[in-house]
């Protein structure tokens, strides 16, 4: 009985191997040797990639044709009061070390001074910003961006220009606030006089800062808010839900099951539906309303 139960288990290691799914074949050397420079390739590309990319922003100063860069030093001549404010700009932290440092300074925003000091002052041999952002916008790569957003400053449209808002040649670039006399919200109060107040109710946020709600180059949102409908209010003003269902905000009923105030939340924003629309104070009302 041995014997046959020896030739069955022979039998049975064909049918075995035969079962086993047949294994994927080695890749050949030359497939192998292609794989290797093609990732060899793509890391090389990645390093290049992570040496070129610099964590400061990059411009070439703007030319004008026939003009080469005379240094700051020659423009003081003329120009001795911004000269002696400049130190304190924002600006003038920029730096270039080297030979490269003839190219900075007034310059890098104006063009190169040799035609305007040749002709003592000509017309149209110096880059004015104030009639166009694109100097500004050579390192102000963002603020381009913005600009183009569907609600914007009209500085695009050449209404108004970086300068109203911005001073290049003396202190912080923002204009008020800091050691100045003016408060920072005084550079917007001088187009937008109705916000100014004073507001026998105010609204603290005002405090603040206009930046705080507004987003002064360029917003997706109307009226460059920050943050569109109720969620701007909600960043200081606290929604608490109660089990029951009901939305308590700065302690009043918005909206619930039942009661007055139920349908506050589904009338539009809290300045548009009859409640709030005096956003930035009010003479009358403490819920800040006409």
Not at 42 to 71: D, F, H, R
Not at 183 to 189: A, E, L, M, Y
Request: glycine residues 10%.
């Amino acid at each position: 009985m041995a014997i046959p139960v020896a030739q069955s288990n022979l039998s049975m290691k064909p049918q075995l191997q035969n079962s086993l799914p047949p294994s994927s074949p080695a890749p050949s050397r030359p497939r192998r040797c292609w794989l290797l420079w093609w990732w060899s390739g793509l890391g090389l590309a990645a390093v290049l990639i992570s040496c070129g990319t610099v964590s400061q922003t990059v411009m070439a100063p703007p030319q004008i044709p026939g003009a080469t860069y005379v240094g700051s030093d020659v423009c003081a001549t003329c120009h001795d009061k911004i000269s002696e404010s400049f130190a304190t700009a924002d600006h003038a932290r920029l730096q270039a070390l080297g030979t490269n440092a003839i190219d900075m300074g007034c310059e890098s925003c104006h063009g190169p001074g040799s035609l305007h000091v040749d002709t003592v002052g000509g017309r149209n041999t110096i880059i004015n910003p104030r009639k166009s952002p694109e100097t500004c916008f050579k390192c102000h790569l963002a603020q381009r961006g913005q600009f183009n957003l569907p609600y914007h400053h009209p500085v695009l449209e050449e209404r108004i220009n970086c300068a109203d808002c911005h001073d290049p040649h003396k202190g912080r670039a923002v204009k008020g606030g800091s050691t100045s006399l003016e408060g920072q919200n005084d550079v917007c109060f001088k187009c937008h006089t109705q916000q100014r107040g004073p507001f026998v109710f105010e609204h603290e946020a005002l405090r603040e800062g206009c930046t705080y709600c507004h987003n002064p180059h360029g917003s997706i949102n109307p009226k460059l808010l920050k943050v569109r409908n109720a969620n701007l209010c909600l960043q200081c003003h606290f929604q608490r839900q109660t089990a029951s269902g009901q939305v308590l905000i700065g302690g009043v009923l918005h909206s619930g099951v039942t009661g007055p105030g139920t349908g506050f939340l589904s009338r539009g924003t809290c300045w548009s539906a009859g409640c709030h629309e005096a956003v930035h104070g009010s003479q009358v009302s403490p819920s800040i309303r006409f």
